[in-house]
């Protein structure tokens, strides 16, 4: 639980009305109880917000003058410059607030070798390997399985069920949904010239996941071939995605459901990827490019083009695409 | 086991011949051995079918009169208007005939607030969180996960290692293959208009699956980011499917493997939706239309056509889709 | 740890140098650490290996004549036809050597029925159900969960989590990636001509993989309906692949992550499949046929051609393919 009041401080938002309400939860507008903080990011919304049972409201600048005086009464206002952000910001410090006491449960199974933060929790029938380290606050889920050397950071939060091969490093705030397997083999065999079959390539190398990185259910990461994988700072992956080895993701990059990037390919900073892309070997999406759903990007293809986005399979210019959908329909129809 | 006059009775079909021979299992026409039930839908197969080794023979109205009489003392046939569809029914009542005493197994771990009906089967390592919910005759796979507030109606089967976030409900008769994630996170951020960094948005609603939904091995539901994500009375979804937060799936609605569906879209009932097709987020797919495989629906887009199939990326009618095809390659030949 | 002589003899490869110096791993030439064996199979590497700290070197015969000389005091070079081959080959046999003592730990539960060779490891957690049985030397993952009637060879590796459905069959040397979910259900269903809704079609067949195969994290591969689904001898799937029942997929196939295959479809031998490839039921992929990432084949096609690239959905020749394209691109611009 939290005032209203540490709620805007934290947020740096200007509050109106009485500081002293309590908050315990966020929700929406519709489904708001008595203890709940909503927002409001459209003037539209405003009347049924202050109608709701919610305890308070963050609202935008728009809600500034007449709104407040009306409603000062009713239920405090916090005035957000972005007031979704603020919303975001809110319900993480709300959730914060509700942290269970740290425990190691006795059906987990530790390694001695592990080096265990205090405040570190560990579910039931969670697996420790050697040499495993874990910073202040992180939670290891139910069933999640720790490979030898493995590293993790503080605050970090491991769901049900996430397996971790030996040596991968997640640092701080790194968050992983349930049954994402992260640093597994890479699909890298060597052909037999002579017979025509497969000999697996080594799979030995590393995957390190930087600072605010998140990965949605199922998904999977391959650790390097020889070398590392990486994905930086502040990147967020949606649920079963795949990323293959040797692949290097920038920061803030968003990644939607079911998108693939094969080995050795580069995603740069800022890159927004749509559901089900595919991204062949080698490709390189530089800064900021948005690539569409479904598009597919060919092996050593370099995509350029800041706040442009691509679309089809090879992708082009969204322009480009729909000029050509276009022309083709009015060919088919003559 | 049963007699073959219990199984024509359960499947309302009329049965030739000895009424009390005994079934144990069904099976393939090519793989069938005594105490087998097998069907046949195409007259072809009826002689293969009385010369196979099976018990009983499940077969269409086309079996009826000169067939039986001279099949009758070789082995009991049932008949029946729909005679796949009997037989998908005859399997069901054999299998559970067979179904063992329920138990907790004791590597389970159960929260003392969880309320399990006694006729529950709990299987090893399974983490049942508290203020759980389980109905009669229920059964929880080896290695799952149920969080908090979860709640689980009656002959509900899951199979090993599904994850239930908290607060999701499953209503009667719902199957769970393994490696399943239900009541993730939503892929909900917010950016920083400043830093452009993302912030997570609140993924606090909840996920409901109603009667007789089936959900393939490590598919993955998120759970409403504040309301609900909920899929009806019916509907089965394949392997590898993505389902997003806000998502309202209809009943009776059939989606096959990989196929990926974006916050917000609504798929009303007895939609028919191929493996791989990727539907963007605020879409409406309207009742009864079908989805080809890996077709892909634009944000907000509209689908309208009961019984009509749409392919292609944007999706059009298949007709239009491939009068488009016809008329590229015989341009691309002149 | 094996010396350079027994790398070299068990590759086939020639030996120049110290025959008695000891290599314990393999890495990338700019990773390299003493006591690690490298590889070069492009001449213009060749300085950097000679000068990186790695204790040996395998490269092609370009290295022959004079570099050896030179280099013979500084570290042994191994001569191999393939070098990149005989690499995957020596950091298989260098893995061998590293291997732990079998052991089956306390947490894992195990049907008294079970029948394990003396040299299996059982990690933390797995659940081995009755009439299972492992061959020499295979690994469960922790977690795991094998279901009754299951049957490993020997020389498998289940990694973590791993989920066999009852029935399910491994020959030898079987890799199983984390979350894998092999002989689940496949989707079929028979439509209720009446009202509309589905039953469901019995899936009790069962799921062969032969020698050799490995499959990657989080795939899944449904067993036969009533018959089976088969993956032949030396075929390799990558992460998130589909594979629906009583698909046959020949010997030495290689299918990148997120392709999916529907149930009754057949790949011959040596096709090579990209990834996020979709092919529908029924299909037909003949030997030797490569198939683009994002293409699609429809249903019951049969395609056919020893080393054509197909691409597109509906697949066609790659050149066809990119025909159109620019038959488009061109019309677009006029």
């Given at each position: 639980?939290?005032?209203?009041?540490?709620?805007?401080?934290?947020?740096?938002?200007?509050?109106?009305?009485?500081?002293?309400?309590?908050?315990?939860?966020?929700?929406?507008?519709?489904?708001?109880?008595?203890g709940?903080?909503?927002?409001?990011?459209?003037?539209?919304?405003?009347?049924?917000?202050?109608?709701?049972?919610?305890?308070?409201?963050?609202?935008?600048?728009?809600a500034?003058p007449?709104t407040?005086?009306?409603?000062?009464?009713?239920?405090?206002?916090?005035?957000?410059?972005?007031?979704?952000?603020?919303?975001?910001?809110?319900?993480?410090?709300?959730?914060?607030?509700?942290q269970?006491?740290?425990?190691?449960?006795?059906?987990?199974?530790?390694?001695?070798?592990?080096?265990?933060?205090p405040?570190v929790?560990?579910?039931?029938h969670?697996?420790?390997?050697?040499?495993?380290?874990?910073?202040?606050?992180?939670?290891?889920?139910?069933?999640?399985?720790?490979?030898?050397?493995?590293?993790?950071?503080?605050?970090?939060?491991?769901?049900?069920?996430?397996?971790?091969?030996?040596?991968?490093?997640?640092?701080?705030?790194?968050?992983?949904?349930?049954g994402?397997?992260?640093?597994?083999?890479?699909?890298?065999?060597?052909?037999d010239?002579?017979?025509?079959?497969?000999?697996?390539?080594?799979?030995?190398?590393?995957?390190?996941?930087?600072?605010?990185v998140?990965?949605?259910?199922?998904?999977?990461?391959?650790?390097?071939?020889?070398?590392?994988?990486r994905?930086?700072?502040?990147?967020?992956?949606?649920?079963?995605?795949?990323?293959?080895?040797?692949?290097?993701?920038?920061?803030?990059?968003?990644?939607?459901?079911?998108?693939?990037?094969?080995?050795?390919?580069?995603?740069?900073?800022?890159?927004?990827?749509?559901g089900?892309?595919?991204?062949?070997?080698?490709?390189?999406?530089?800064?900021?490019?948005?690539?569409?759903?479904?598009?597919?990007?060919?092996?050593?293809?370099?995509?350029?083009?800041?706040?442009?986005?691509?679309?089809?399979?090879?992708?082009?210019?969204?322009?480009?695409?729909l000029?050509d959908?276009?022309?083709?329909?009015?060919?088919?129809r003559?």
């Amino acid at each position: 639980m939290r005032t209203v009041n540490e709620v805007a401080e934290r947020v740096h938002a200007r509050l109106h009305g009485d500081p002293n309400i309590e908050i315990t939860s966020v929700s929406s507008i519709s489904s708001a109880r008595p203890g709940d903080l909503i927002f409001v990011d459209d003037p539209r919304h405003l009347p049924a917000a202050f109608a709701s049972p919610a305890s308070a409201i963050i609202a935008g600048e728009f809600a500034k003058p007449t709104t407040n005086e009306a409603s000062a009464p009713l239920k405090p206002l916090i005035i957000a410059r972005q007031p979704r952000l603020a919303f975001a910001r809110a319900a993480i410090f709300l959730a914060q607030a509700q942290q269970a006491v740290p425990s190691v449960h006795p059906t987990a199974h530790l390694d001695p070798s592990a080096h265990l933060d205090p405040t570190v929790t560990v579910e039931e029938h969670a697996v420790i390997r050697g040499n495993v380290r874990i910073g202040a606050r992180s939670i290891i889920g139910a069933g999640s399985i720790l490979g030898p050397d493995v590293t993790i950071g503080s605050d970090c939060r491991l769901y049900p069920r996430v397996v971790l091969y030996p040596n991968t490093t997640l640092h701080d705030r790194v968050i992983i949904h349930a049954g994402a397997v992260l640093g597994s083999d890479g699909f890298g065999y060597v052909r037999d010239a002579g017979c025509g079959g497969y000999e697996k390539f080594p799979q030995i190398g590393r995957l390190v996941l930087e600072d605010d990185v998140e990965v949605g259910a199922n998904s999977t990461i391959d650790r390097g071939a020889l070398d590392e994988t990486r994905i930086r700072r502040g990147t967020k992956l949606d649920n079963l995605v795949h990323v293959g080895h040797n692949v290097s993701i920038g920061e803030d990059v968003v990644i939607a459901a079911q998108t693939g990037v094969s080995g050795s390919s580069v995603i740069e900073n800022q890159v927004i990827i749509g559901g089900q892309v595919g991204i062949a070997d080698h490709a390189r999406i530089e800064a900021g490019a948005i690539l569409g759903a479904q598009s597919g990007i060919p092996s050593k293809k370099v995509i350029r083009g800041k706040g442009i986005v691509f679309w089809g399979t090879p992708a082009r210019p969204i322009k480009q695409y729909l000029k050509d959908l276009a022309t083709l329909a009015r060919l088919s129809r003559t």
